[in-house]
């Protein structure tokens, strides 16, 4: 599987990580990556795989080896978005697909590290890409759409009032995935199931 960064999956890690659920799912048999990271150390307040294994790895008997951050020392992001690519060739086989890949949205309908008005948004190549961000100053490597296209299930978490108008121009607007990426999420064999909350559908019930 592949983790969301950002602060929505906190909670769902760290219900994950407790001794009521943390026993259900067989945590030796799952392979951990991410589905996006900002190009900063793992002690960085700003790094997802700090979050991920703060709320939820440090607490679950994963092997060490079955948990690929998205970041390593002494490379460059692009060099790196090349040997993660590799590491998922050699664990998910060259057909590429993940069991599940959770994902988050931003106030502005970007997932992962696909950001509006973005050269990644058209990768059709590369499984994992890395670039400098602008709007944000900050390094990023991700997986590319098609990559996130071919999991088997993609689930995508959205809560707040603040992604009301993004969330309905994701899932009820006219098509412009270049000002709303998130609509990109169109799994190809698999199922993508968005959980929202209240009010972050406001918009949706409003439209419907
Ligand atoms: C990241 C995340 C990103 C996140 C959205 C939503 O690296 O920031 O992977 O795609 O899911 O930005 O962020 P919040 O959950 O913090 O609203």
Known sequence: M???????PVQLYHILASPLYRGQIAWDKVFIFWGDERWVDLENEKSNAKMAFESL???????????????????????YAHHYEQLLQQHLGIMGSFDLILLGMGEDGHTASLFPDTEVLHEQSQWVSAYYLKTKDIYRIT??????????????LVNGQKKGKALFEVLKGNRNPTAYPAQL??????EALWLVDEAAASELALND
């Open 2 to 8: 592949a983790l969301t960064g950002g602060s929505s």
């Open 57 to 79: 790895l440090n607490h679950l008997p994963i092997p060490d080896g079955q948990v690929f951050p998205m970041w390593a020392q002494g490379h460059d992001p692009e060099t």
């Open 143 to 156: 997986l590319t759409f098609p990559t996130i296209n071919r999991s088997k299930k993609i689930v995508v």
């Open 185 to 190: 999420i169109q799994p190809l064999k698999g």
